[in-house]
């Protein structure tokens, strides 16, 4: 890796933060569509991980946050791109609702764009698991693992195919 792309990707570290089951971000700012492929990447590389159980699918809903839909299909393009099945909810939904339905189809799990309770300016990012709820701790610890591979190899975005 060249001294450049170090810097970058130390700063993409420290732009992409996880917190209790996710990430949030200030949209335009850190939260953006190349990082929110970049991060649905990592969540992809755990969920392709043999001992994760359930079936090839991922569940991705968004809310009605400014630029939610957007998100979730750029996170849903990278799923789909995976070889995971993607399915992208037609419509706002609540987290929950991903989570239900991933329990209900035995699915590895789901992306839910939303930013709960955080100011407007903010979007997030949380894991749903499997089983039908949030991410745990360690769940996220493995996934910031698979972040922090992508960008030690020098991956500081996620090209996909025009939809």
Known sequence: MTEQQDQQATALKQ???????GWRGI?????????????????????????????????????????????????AKVVANSGLKAILSAQSCSSPSISYNAHKANAKGGIMITASHNP?????????????????????DEV?????????????????PAA
């Not at 910031?144 to 996909?160: I, M, Q, S, W, Y």
């Open 144 to 160: 910031v693992k698979e972040l922090n591979a992508l960008l030690d190899a020098g991956t500081h975005t996620v090209d996909t």
């Open 15 to 21: 732009q992409i933060t996880f917190g209790t089951d």
């Open 27 to 75: 949209i335009a700012d850190n939260f953006t569509g190349a990082n929110v492929r970049l991060v649905s990447q990592a969540i992809v590389n755990y969920f392709l991980r043999p001992d994760v159980p359930g079936e090839p699918i991922l569940f991705i809903g968004y809310d009605n946050r400014s630029q939610s839909e957007y998100f979730a299909a750029e996170a």
């Open 120 to 140: 407007p300016q903010f979007n997030g990012l949380k894991i749903k698991a499997g089983y039908g709820g949030s991410a745990l701790p360690s769940m996220v």
